[in-house]
């Protein structure tokens, strides 16, 4: 379930304590705000999962800080934070794209999945030998691992050389692989907002901006 933010320093702690953060920041008076709330409240009730992913509602009149601080000036608008810095932004009332992003952050979370040790464990040589250590006294390098290499290498080569098109499909220099998307960078929290209180606007105000 999502959580309604009271604070800034509730704000804060959420952010810090919680590996990626979706906000739906919105208004009372809002009619697209009020539209999509039911979805975002059926998606944060699917992927939250505590310290790793959490859902948070900002009301951008009794939080305008927060609202300023990441430069919120039209409702909806929804952020998606990972490590504390704004990644994505989504902007208006569309159930699809806000689906598309969130299933993608949520693998950045890393809910349900092993992490934090799971890259700790030393590597290892072809053969056997773990990398910065010697292998146990008598063991013996395993042929079956060199083999079963170089059968793969051998098969990979034999699909570039039958199959070239799927090769230069996936290779890096393919210019025309799909980027990775990438949000604009919300604004440090905490930032010093302006004296005066900004004019929110829906995006219907905006003319569909």
């Given at each position: 379930?999502?959580?309604?933010?009271?604070?800034?320093?509730?704000?804060?702690?959420?952010?810090?304590?919680?590996?990626?953060?979706?906000?739906?920041?919105?208004?009372?008076?809002?009619?697209?705000?009020?539209?999509?709330?039911?979805?975002?409240?059926?998606?944060?009730?699917?992927?939250?999962?505590?310290?790793?992913?959490?859902?948070?509602k900002?009301?951008?009149?009794?939080?305008?800080?927060?609202?300023?601080?990441?430069?919120?000036?039209?409702?909806?608008?929804?952020?998606?934070?990972?490590?504390?810095?704004?990644?994505?932004?989504?902007?208006?009332a569309?159930?699809?794209?806000?689906?598309?992003?969130?299933?993608?952050?949520?693998?950045?979370?890393?809910?349900?999945?092993?992490?934090?040790?799971?890259?700790?464990?030393?590597?290892?040589?072809?053969?056997?030998?773990?990398?910065?250590?010697?292998?146990?006294?008598?063991?013996?390098?395993?042929?079956?691992?060199?083999?079963?290499?170089?059968?793969?290498w051998?098969?990979?080569?034999?699909?570039?050389f039958f199959?070239?098109?799927?090769?230069?499909?996936?290779?890096?220099?393919?210019?025309?692989?799909?980027?990775?998307?990438?949000?604009?960078?919300?604004?440090?929290?905490?930032?010093?907002?302006?004296?005066?209180?900004?004019?929110?606007?829906?995006?219907?105000?905006?003319?569909?901006?």
């Open positions: 379930m999502s959580v309604n933010i009271g604070s800034e320093a509730e704000w804060q702690g959420l952010l810090s304590g919680t590996n990626v953060v979706i906000a739906d920041f919105y208004a009372d008076w809002c009619g697209p705000c009020k539209m999509i709330a039911p979805h975002y409240e059926k998606l944060a009730n699917e992927h939250s999962h505590p310290k790793k992913v959490a859902f948070a900002i009301n951008v009149d009794s939080q305008s800080g927060i609202a300023r601080a990441n430069a919120v000036s039209a409702m909806p608008t929804f952020k998606i934070f990972h490590g504390g810095n704004c990644i994505e932004t989504i902007k208006g569309n159930p699809a794209a806000l689906t598309q992003a969130i299933t993608n952050a949520v693998k950045l979370g890393g809910a349900g999945k092993a992490s934090g040790n799971v890259f700790q464990t030393p590597g290892r040589k072809l053969g056997g030998e773990a990398l910065g250590g010697k292998a146990p006294p008598g063991a013996a390098r395993a042929p079956a691992a060199s083999i079963s290499w170089r059968f793969g051998l098969l990979n080569a034999l699909i570039a199959d070239p098109y799927k090769a230069a499909e996936k290779s890096v220099f393919n210019t025309h692989r799909p980027a990775q998307a990438a949000g604009s960078n919300g604004g440090k929290p905490g930032a010093k907002a302006p004296a005066q209180k900004p004019a929110f606007k829906t995006l219907a105000d905006l003319g569909g901006d």
